[in-house]
Every structure is written in structure tokens, then in C-alpha cells.
């Protein structure tokens, strides 16, 4: 399943499948759903509606801009049994993403979020560093610029929750054009050679909704090379081609 955007060819992978559940690798810059906002052509539920004759449902959100992994499920009682497992916190999701500068080697962030319209809500967000890089980018009084490629694990699914406790904290992730560092975006695009917001959905575990046996399904970047071109090869063998989880 294909699709050209300007400059782009996305394929919508499948990773795992069964009767109940399905798991697929979105590319970057491919909306889920039709939005009223929004005008893209296709979206990953045309692409799954062009594949099944009774395609699947997406069960949760991820954000246009980023890439990885989405639970979709083929009948409603599946689909009921995972969306209680979210709410219930059974879900364990995993990123990726690379921000602006070097942050504590490991982290959290519990800053409360909200939606324009409702009330802030708690959320929580726990990091790790994996990698540490410096690029030959001035940046206002210094000669380079410095990013971390950091594993993410929100404990909770707020808003573009990961891009904005990062960004609240003053490490906005890159390519991120509605909470990020604008000028950052244009420099590591220049650079690269990408806009592409860096953030990867790399893993999920939850509990299979027939079973109830934990699964855990990961995702490789679609993209390795954009993101092995800033400097992010990692421990030998590469942390972005031979992570486990």
C-alpha cells in the first residue's frame, strides 16, 4: 500500500496479525483519520480499507507527523477490550525522538497538560538518554549545536504530550513545528536534508485481547538513514537498528 506525498513515498507496513489485532508501521507525514483541518489525500484508515474488506480500527492516536507504530482492531469487542486496557494503564508504549541539546541522563516530567478547551490533566513522562552528539551548527554564541537521541516512555496519553514536556523543559524536539525551535527545524532541515519531525513510535506492549497475553511488537525506523545522517549510530551494532525490548 503506496501513496506519493510531495517528495514522499509512504507505505503503510504490517508488523503482526491475527483475527482479533493488527499492528502497522506508519511512515512520517500520514494522518489516521479524515480531519476537518486537514485535506492529505489518503490517510492510514483508506489505506487499511483498501487492503481488508472489513478493515480494522485504529485504537489510539499518533501524531501525523510521526512515525511508528498503531493497534488497529477488526471487530468492536477487540476493539473495547484494548481501549480498557489504555485506560487502565496496561499499555506500555516506547519512542524515540531526538531534542535539542543534553538533558539529564535520565528523566521525568509531570508537568499537567491540557487541551484549549478542558481542564489541565496529569501526565507523566519518563526518559533515558541513549545517545549524546555535537554538530558543527552555531548556534547564538557557541560554534555547534547539541542534540540527544533520548527512548521516551509516557506513563499517560495527553496531546502531543512527549513534544510538550520536552518542549516545557527546553529541549523541543526537532522538526517539531508547533511546540519546537523554529530555527532549529530550518538548520538541522538544512543539514539533513529533512523536516521531518523526529519522533518514532519504536515499541508497544499491551495485553492481547482474547488471551490477555502480554504481546510486545516493535517497529524499525522507516527512515534510518535521515536519522543515522546527524550523527546517531550508537553502540556497535547501531542503538537504532538493534534495540530490544
Known amino acids: 500500500m503506496r501513496y506519493s506525498d510531495p517528495g514522499d513515498t509512504l507505505t503503510l507496513d504490517i508488523l503482526y496479525q491475527d483475527r482479533l489485532i493488527c499492528l502497522v508501521s506508519k511512515p512520517p507525514r500520514l ?5 476537518r483541518d486537514r485535506r492529505d489525500p489518503v490517510t492510514v484508515v483508506d489505506l487499511l480499507k483498501e487492503r481488508y474488506p472489513s478493515p480494522p480500527s485504529p485504537v489510539h492516536r499518533l501524531d501525523r507527523p510521526a512515525s511508528g507504530l498503531l493497534l488497529c482492531a477488526f471487530t468492536p469487542d477487540a476493539a473495547r477490550s484494548l481501549g480498557n486496557a489504555f485506560t487502565a494503564g496496561e499499555v506500555k508504549k516506547t519512542y524515540w525522538a531526538v531534542v535539542r541539546g543534553w538533558p539529564a541522563e535520565t528523566g521525568s516530567f509531570s508537568c499537567p497538560l ?52 520536552f518542549a516545557a523543559a527546553g529541549y523541543p524536539l526537532l522538526g517539531d513545528s508547533s511546540h519546537g525551535d523554529l530555527r532549529h527545524n ?27 497475553k502480554i504481546m510486545t511488537v516493535c517497529a524499525p525506523l522507516p527512515d534510518l538513514d535521515l536519522w543515522t545522517r546527524l550523527g546517531f549510530t550508537g553502540q556497535p551494532g547501531g542503538i537504532l537498528k538493534s534495540r530490544v525490548f
Open 31 to 35: 494522518l489516521v483519520h479524515r480531519s
Open 114 to 165: 491540557k487541551k484549549p478547551e478542558g481542564p489541565a490533566r496529569e501526565a507523566r513522562t519518563d526518559y533515558r538518554i541513549l545517545q549524546k552528539i555535537e554538530l558543527p551548527l552555531p548556534n547564538s554564541a557557541y560554534a555547534t549545536s547539541r542534540y540527544s537521541l533520548v527512548e521516551v516512555r509516557p506513563l499517560t496519553g495527553r496531546y502531543h504530550q512527549i513534544r510538550r514536556h
Open 186 to 212: 530550518r538548520m538541522i532541515r538544512d543539514y539533513a536534508g529533512t523536516g521531518r519531525l523526529y519522533l518514532h513510535a519504536a515499541a508497544l506492549s499491551f495485553p492481547h485481547p482474547e488471551t490477555g
